[in-house]
């Protein structure tokens, strides 16, 4: 079921905690227990909420350690995804727009040079898919 859909399906203190847990994504999501008092509700009716919004892939959360105990930051799901990319400067200093003559001088946007059309750039991004 799509998220907005399911978004106005719930019931009004899911949608209250999921509009905090929404207004906190952008500065790295809340802990759960200040949701809880934001809420108003005890830990276990706040676990509850939580479980809910989780199970509808509203949210995410991630384990910390918080004044010594361990708990949880919770998200909007699509703010959680944290991707690694396995890259070394190595593979940055082979570019070879970075010891192009042409770079400086004669590459770019209005030229007829430029990276959507350059054989070295093509050559290296199709060395890299082997």
């Not at 106005?8 to 809880?36: C, H, T």
């Not at 949210?59 to 919770?74: M, W």
């Not at 690694?84 to 946007?109: A, H, N, R």
């Amino acid at each position: 079921m799509d998220g907005l859909r399911e978004y106005g399906e719930m019931n009004p203190l899911d949608k209250k905690a999921f509009e905090i847990i929404m207004s906190y994504s952008q500065k790295g999501g809340i802990v759960q227990s200040e949701l809880w008092k934001m809420l108003g509700v005890d830990s276990k009716e706040g676990s509850k909420i939580v479980l809910r919004l989780l199970r509808r892939g509203l949210i995410a959360r991630k384990e910390i350690n918080h004044n010594g105990r361990k708990t949880y930051v919770l998200m909007v799901a699509h703010h959680s995804e944290e991707r690694e990319i396995d890259i070394s400067i190595d593979d940055v200093i082979q570019i070879p727009c970075f010891t192009c003559e042409y770079l400086y001088l004669e590459c770019g946007d209005t030229s007829k040079l430029n990276p959507s059309n350059c054989v070295k750039l093509d050559n290296f991004i199709k060395s890299l898919r082997r």
